[in-house]
């Protein structure tokens, strides 16, 4: 995040503009809109400047632009065409902690004034944090589409009943939990449809029935995918938007955790090899004392909860307690990472089934059904097998596979770290030494493998962040 988005009240302060053409016309505009006092400072003013100036909607001294000129101002805007005039307004702005823009110029800013969706009092802004304004006016242009002008009405109807609501509830997370349900309700329906008599009698009538008694805790069971956040169900999105505690595992990478709602408490329950941050049944002691103090709690799990995610022992003490709960898969690491690798698990000409299986080590072992699984036509998933990688490939083609069984590992699979390397039962291991490849990875063998050349489609960033946490 480059920039901190906030929103600034100006309204009736005084702010400056440095420039008089169609540019600072534009800013003095939104300056206004906002309630602030507009002074520009410039030789000239455009024709617009001059009409507003003329109805004494700013105020304008005629000349270039002199540190002093700031004095009093809480906020200025930079909007010449000359560079040297835009560099002495942000260093003599930037010496008095006073908030500056140049236009088109994101690297003397101390701000940047983002394209505005106003649906006053709601307002969303969209920034580009100066890299590309066109393309955050086009994601404005699209939120426009689809975000219903009543929406103001909707947010001005809330606010006029905000302090009621506050003054029933005396806990803080039962009013938010009404507020939920209420503006996805028909109480939003009723002001969508322009009905705001019906919608506020709704409102009232909903707040009377609504007992002051401590909010009931909840358990959200939610898989988070292999990796990208494009992958998440809308299920998924609307759970973490409204838990208070999130709970999350080690392969949750940052970016789907940043989609969690903001001040929702988050706790590392990530588990790696000899280092459990919580033991498996601490977690689930965690998650039944937190519902039972009336939290709503997301329990985030890599993958799909039910496909080597403990998910069903979670659940299990879950229901021994009588905690309410939910399960929402999801796209577990085997269909997810070998869609983006370019491997299909199950293919007419390769492979008529397809098995998965964990590789966890256990006193240097694996103790997996061989025979089972080294049948041909077949596809091999294995999770969490990158350390006992030499011992897998071993132990199958002592059971039946060819040493030249196609084999593939794939490192952070469906992100922008992800990175595939492909042989055999007998090359992958030093393969996979020489790659350095790091956990998260996920192994496939068979011989669906051979399309992964043919097939690939996904092309990560050459230098992309690091979404996993360590």
Sequence with gaps: MDFLPIFINVKNQPCLIVGGGEVATRKTMLLLQAGALVSIISPELDEQLAELLTQKKITHCAEHFQPEHLEDIVLVIAATNDRATNLLVSESAKQRRIPVNVVDNPDLCTFIIPSIVDRSPMLIAVSSSGQSPVLARQLRAHLETIIPGAYARLAAIAGKFRQQVKQHFSHPEKRRIFWERILQGPFAEMVMAGKDKAAQDYLLQSLQNEKDDA??????????GPGSPDLLTFRALRLMQQADVVVYDRLVSSAILDMVRRDATRIYAGKERKCHTIPQESINSLLVRLAKEGKRVLRLKGGDPFIFGRGGEEIETLSTHNIPFQVVPGITAASGVASYAGIPLTHRDYAQSCIFVTGHLKNNSIDLDWPTLAQPNQTIVIYMGLLGLPVLCQQLITHGLSATTPAAIIQ???????????????????????ANLTPPTLIIVGEVVKLHQKLAWFEPSPEPPCFFKD
């Design 215 to 224: 909010p009931q805790g909840e358990v959200y069971l939610v898989g988070a």
């Design 412 to 434: 952070q699979g469906t992100t922008q770290t992800q990175k595939v390397v492909v042989g055999s039962l007998q090359t992958l291991p030093d393969l996979t030494t020489a």
